[in-house]
């Protein structure tokens, strides 16, 4: 059931235009002659409030119908992002490879359009705003401001009747967080019928399979006036360890074939742990030392008496590192559950009900091996513990405790929305109204080490709750866990405990709008109007465990306090924020020419947003489009945009203090310095402007190219200076006379011991790029052919130097002056195409053929390559070359069936496919956690997946 605006519709030739907009997979150029006073039905497209009937659009679409997102082969809301060439990288989850406490883990994705970051793509659920994920974790690249984004994986792929991507800016449509574009997911909510669904897939070689089954099933009430839908989705995955791939199974990469020979045998490929279950330690007698096994040369006469194992003064060697890609999960174990339901009344010919309600749950485990203290967690052990054979005091200064059993980690994560709503008509106005509430908590849970208590059993004088630090580890497998014992439960219970994060986020809204597409005659045609408000609530919360946000703090070896006592980890302060956010939008289209051979318009939008905690937003849009003959349209916008900042950046309550080792111009050494991230509650949204260029051409029939020209400037980009960045900052302003920064706290001998960075709005970037697009319909008498191809160039991606490394860089042109910034590195400004990822180009192309019920298809996926500029030297020449990651290129088959209703599996579909037919390898990068760009290349390999559906 739907109700349908019916009107009288005068035939003009807006009926005649192409669909203006490019989909990634289909784009149906169709061309349908209206008959005079005919019931025609309104419709909204993406990117407008205005409800027409007709089917031109002025702005760059990527629509994916459920055929197409069937082709896609995705299991997950991630894999079917990955698909779409105009996404960039995928910056949350466990591709990324962070099992860092303080990062978003657990089932995530991401929404990166344009490569501008989280945050900067507004997602919708059949038109409205979705709740972003609790979880937060740091933008890549140098500026680590917190970000999130709404999870990808909330919705189930199975479940989709289609999604568009609108690639152009749209705040003044929708509101903040538009300046990339907009997702919007649309459910089924018309389905009559049941639909079963079972859905495998197995990575060829390795224990890693996926599972997911689907029910669909809609009924009408009342005559037809009511219709319910609802969907669930079941979802399991058994993951695999990173020792089921090459580039994953070793951290040592030095001599991985297909290296460069430039890098073959670079010590920056060794990524492998210094700190290890052999330890590092230092005393008065030994100075720094750590333990080996016996057959390695450098041992020297101590107290240790151990089996095959001796002291070795100086730091850990190479030869002993501890392997992490032995213990590293490549893919986790996953579950996940997706419910949908949708409800419609009509209660008159002019009003309609409509209600819907989500829920997604997922749990998501792994193991690895326990971490280390780093620098964070050194402390003093006694010279009468029970296990220090030295007779003296003995600084714990890096170990990895490997025999107390394996780091396990949960995370559950929940989502809901509920809405309901009326929509109708009143003489030619379209109206709609809507309430939501939806809500998004993680709960993070790993086994992990309490310092405090740890430090407490390894100066136990009693054996019977003594931990030894000085047992070594295996001497037959130094590199790895090997076969080395656990120790007593009772040992380890002194000291494991299960750290935990509970975070959450809700989004609660109510809105009116209405539109009229007939609201006043002008001598091309009727002008169209848009008015609407919209009041939300957004809050946040987390709630950090009390060994990390400052309740239990550790205080090390030298008396310095560290807010943290999780082992290995810093600290981060529990904090909640909300806002109350009031807009008010209006949205006109107003034809231009259309004279029988020709057609233009132009649609004008403005939007004004209040925060109650960033201030206010004014935003325009202007877009054009123009149809100068039959085969030719040409389209351009101008985008006003703005982005609010995240809560977890505006609470003042958010510290994120991180210590780690850097270089200190001012004292010329590297030590450990804490970087204290703060909320800044002054942060003013984030201004962009978006502009669009593009053309559709139709030479023949069938047949549709489109080229995209866009360019996006932000200003104001909230931004955290890199603390070394900082720290030389300080050095330049003393080497000048002056005091120094305020923020970097020194002692009397001007040591640094803490940098307070507050995020503040000083950046600006701006990117551009071309979008290709091609399609071609073929009917024959053996099938009916389509041809598509999707492509997007990174032509600029430059991010402007702030005030603060601008003086550094200047300072670093007269090195006479300021000779210890000479290693200095200003990271994070400039040009950043292939810096890290950002490729040229990313492509998808398919050819997909049907026939009385019989189907099948082939596609290439193309990302180019980047540079990993982790790893580099300088050549001869004095350039720097950094190592490079190669172009990546896979193809994809599938083969399908439709039994006729003739047949006995009348309503039964199957489909057979392999992903990545040729079981192309990611190319290598000097990633420590998988040794690959898990941002853009996949672990699978060769994919082989059967689907299998029945209708009733």
């Not at 006469?301 to 730091?315: M, P």
Request: hydrophobic share 35%; glycine share 8%.
């Amino acid at each position: 059931m739907k109700l349908k605006t019916k009107f009288e519709f005068k035939q003009t030739r807006i009926s005649l235009c192409l669909l203006a907009a490019l989909s990634t997979y289909s784009v149906q150029a169709e061309e349908a002659q209206r008959t005079k006073d005919a019931e025609i039905e309104r419709v909204t497209v993406i990117g407008s409030n205005i409800k027409r009937a007709t089917d031109v659009n002025t702005l760059p679409v990527t629509a994916l119908t459920a055929a197409d997102i069937e082709n896609s082969a995705a299991m997950s809301g991630d894999e079917l992002l990955r698909s779409i060439p105009q996404m960039g990288s995928v910056n949350f989850g466990e591709t990324t490879g962070s099992s860092n406490v303080n990062d978003a883990r657990g089932d995530v994705g991401s929404f990166n359009l344009r490569g501008l970051g989280a945050g900067n793509t507004l997602v919708l659920l059949n038109g409205r705003r979705m709740v972003n994920h609790p979880g937060t974790q740091s933008k890549s690249g140098a500026n680590k401001v917190p970000v999130n984004t709404v999870n990808s994986n909330t919705l189930p792929v199975s479940g989709l009747r289609s999604l568009e991507v609108l690639r152009d800016g749209a705040a003044a449509v929708y509101g903040s967080d538009a300046i990339a574009g907009v997702v919007n997911y649309a459910l089924d909510s018309e389905y009559v019928g049941s639909k079963l669904s079972l859905r495998y897939g197995q990575s060829e070689g390795t224990p890693l399979d996926e599972t997911t089954f689907s029910y669909l099933g809609g009924i009408e009430l009342n005559d037809g006036r009511s219709n319910l839908v609802g969907s669930v989705t079941i979802y399991d995955r058994n993951g695999m360890m990173a020792t089921e791939r090459a580039y994953s199974a070793s951290h040592d990469r030095r001599d991985y074939p297909g290296l460069p020979e430039e890098f073959i045998g670079d010590s920056q490929l060794d990524n492998r742990s210094s700190d290890t279950p052999w330890g590092e330690f230092n005393s008065d007698s030994l100075g720094t030392f750590h333990l080996q096994p016996d057959s390695l040369s450098g041992c020297v006469d101590s107290a240790l008496d151990v089996e095959g194992v001796c002291v070795d003064q100086g730091s850990t060697g190479q030869d002993i590192r501890f392997d992490r890609g032995t213990t590293r999960p490549l893919s986790s174990d996953a579950e996940r559950v997706n419910f949908y339901t949708h409800f419609t009344h009509e209660v008159n010919d002019n009003v309609e009900f409509f209600s819907e309600g989500i829920y997604y749950q997922a749990e998501l485990t792994n193991q690895s091996e326990q971490n280390h203290n780093g620098s964070k967690h050194r402390f003093n052990i006694a010279a009468d513990a029970f296990y220090n054979p030295f007779d003296e005091e003995v600084l714990l200064r890096r170990f990895r405790p490997t025999d107390i059993g394996p780091r396990t980690v949960t995370v559950k994560d929940t989502s809901f929305r509920v809405l309901a709503g009326f929509k109708g008509y009143i003489g030619d106005w379209d109206w709609e109204s809507a309430a939501f509430y939806s809500e998004a908590e993680t709960n993070d849970q790993s086994t992990r080490i309490d310092v405090n208590a740890f430090e407490k059993a390894v100066n136990s004088t009693d054996e019977s709750t003594a931990y030894n630090v000085f047992g070594g580890g295996d001497i037959n497998n130094p590199n790895t866990i090997g076969e080395r014992p656990l120790v007593a439960k009772s040992i380890s219970d002194q000291f494991l405990i299960q750290a935990h994060t509970d975070s959450e986020t809700s989004l609660a809204s109510i809105d009116f709008k209405a539109s009229n597409s007939e609201f006043f005659a002008v001598p091309a045609g009727d002008a169209g109007i848009a008015l609407g408000v919209e009041f939300r609530r957004e809050t946040y919360d987390s709630d950090r465990s009390k060994y990390v946000d400052g309740s239990l703090p550790f205080t090390d070896y030298s008396g310095v306090i560290n807010e943290s006592s999780l082992y290995g980890s810093s600290a981060t302060t529990d904090s909640n924020a909300s806002r109350n956010v009031g807009s008010a939008f209006a949205e006109l289209i107003l034809p231009l020419i259309d004279n029988g051979d020709q057609y233009a318009e132009v649609q004008l939008a403005a939007r004004y947003e209040n925060f109650s905690d960033a201030g206010d937003a004014f935003k325009p849009k202007v877009a054009l489009f123009y149809k100068p003959t039959n085969w030719l349209s040409l389209r351009a916008s101008y985008a006003g945009g703005f982005k609010v900042p995240g809560l977890q950046q505006s609470s003042e309550e958010a510290s994120m203090p991180r210590r780690s080792s850097e270089y200190d111009p001012v004292t010329d050494s590297t030590y450990a310095v804490i970087d204290n991230r703060q909320g800044n509650s002054n942060l003013k949204p984030e201004d962009s402007v978006n502009t669009s260029l593009g053309l559709i051409f139709n030479p023949i029939e069938n047949l549709t190219f489109t080229v995209d020209y866009w360019k996006i400037e932000q200003e104001n980009l909230v931004f955290l200076a890199p603390y070394d960045t900082v720290l030389a900052h300080d050095y330049v302003l003393r080497q000048d006379g002056g005091t120094g920064n305020s923020n970097v706290i020194r002692d009397e001998e001007l040591v640094a011991s803490q940098v307070n960075n507050k995020y503040i709005n000083a950046s600006s970037q701006e990117l551009s790029g071309l979008d290709f697009g091609l399609v071609y319909d073929l009917e024959t008498s053996f099938g009916d052919f389509e041809f598509n191809i999707n492509a997007a160039k990174l032509t600029k991606y430059e991010t402007s130097v702030d005030s603060l490394s601008a003086l550094v860089l200047d300072a670093q042109q007269d090195l006479v002056k300021y000779p210890n910034l000479a290693d200095v590195e200003v990271a994070g400004v400039g040009d950043l195409i292939k810096q890290d990822g950002n490729p040229e180009w990313r492509a998808k192309s398919s050819l997909n053929w049907r026939l009385n019920g019989w189907g099948a298809g082939v596609s290439v996926d193309y990302v180019s390559e980047f540079i990993d500029t982790s790893t580099n030297y300088t050549s001869d020449e004095g350039e720097k070359v950094f190592l490079p990651i190669d172009s990546m290129t896979t193809v994809n088959v599938y083969g399908s069936h439709k039994f006729s209703d003739e047949s006995s599996l009348e309503g039964l579909y199957v489909r057979l496919g392999v992903r990545n037919i040729g079981d192309e390898e990611p190319p290598l990068a000097d990633n420590f956690w998988h040794g690959y760009s898990g941002d853009y290349h996949s672990n699978r390999g060769r994919y082989f997946y059967i689907n299998l559906s029945k209708t009733f």
